[in-house]
């Protein structure tokens, strides 16, 4: 008779399950490493019906739903998309950095107008006052 599985049992099949869904899951672009910790080969197949397909494959693959065994195109097409996003983000980044270098160049330009028109004042007033000076002499 199959009784209801123990707690032990149910949290080593919970377990699985987070391992499998990380496997069916947790792959996108060109891997390095298998979720198994195993490296990633580059295999090419030398099976009947499947003859030359490249495949990114887990070095300890095993076809038990464990190991990545990722067909080549989607490993690489994946790959480009997430490259092209980076690329995305970087330029919307490098924007934004554009963006604030312009407005600070523009608050620092008016400051500097600001700043011209202080010294014009001053410059007039010194006259101003070497004028009385020496216009009393
Ligand atoms: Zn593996």
Not at 65 to 93: A, N
Not at 113 to 118: D, S, W, Y
Request: glycine share 6%; net charge negative.
């Amino acid at each position: 008779m199959w009784g209801s599985p123990d707690k032990a049992t149910m949290k080593a099949m919970m377990r699985e399950m987070d391992y499998i869904t990380l496997v069916a899951d947790g792959q996108r672009g060109i891997p390095k490493e298998c979720p198994c910790g195993a490296r990633i080969v580059h295999e090419i197949s030398k099976i009947e019906g499947d003859l030359g397909n490249r495949y990114f494959t887990c070095s300890a693959y095993k076809n038990d739903r464990f190991h990545w065994r990722i067909p080549w195109f989607h490993g690489v097409e994946e790959e480009f998309d997430k490259l092209r996003e980076e690329i995305e983000e970087q330029k919307d980044k490098q924007c934004q950095k554009l963006s604030d270098l312009e407005a600070q160049v523009k608050r620092m330009s008016e400051e500097l107008k600001k700043h011209r028109g202080m010294l014009e004042k001053l410059k007039d007033l010194v006259d101003h006052v070497v004028k009385t000076i020496f216009d009393g002499w």
